[in-house]
């Protein structure tokens, strides 16, 4: 078997193909590089995982007084409704006075049934 003899390039042997994996760019390197990403990110994202979870309860607490405030809105128009109605309709003023209190008028009497 014959050996091929290289021509010579008159370049450096550290830019030859035969000395793959070394240099700047060569896999310790770049290891290292992967691992100093890995670290920035993980430096990034652990101080945030506290203010992610602040921001979390706050969002909740948001709905929780948002739902709050949508049941209030609901009795306040129902106690409107209901003062509107106590002040214009007679008939549902007399049927809201005499069923708790009692409220008969002359000549009726009032049966109470118990079980």
Same mark, same amino acid.
């Given at each position: 078997m014959a050996r091929r003899k290289r021509a010579e390039t008159g370049r450096s042997p550290e830019f030859s193909a035969d000395r793959e994996g070394r240099g700047l760019f060569g896999k310790p390197t %770049? $290891?290292? $590089?992967? #691992?100093? #990403? #890995? #670290?920035?990110? &993980? &430096? %990034?994202l652990i101080p945030a995982i506290p203010q992610y979870r602040l921001l979390k309860n706050i969002e909740n607490e948001l709905l929780d007084a948002e739902q709050n405030e949508l049941a209030l809105r609901k009795k306040r128009d129902q106690l409107h409704d209901e003062s509107r109605a106590l002040k214009k309709n007679p008939r549902y003023l007399e049927a809201r006075a005499r069923d708790p209190l009692r409220v008969q008028l002359e000549g009726e009497s009032i049966i109470e049934i118990k079980n």
């Open positions: %770049l $290891f290292v $590089f992967w #691992v100093f #990403v #890995v #670290v920035v990110c &993980a &430096a %990034l």
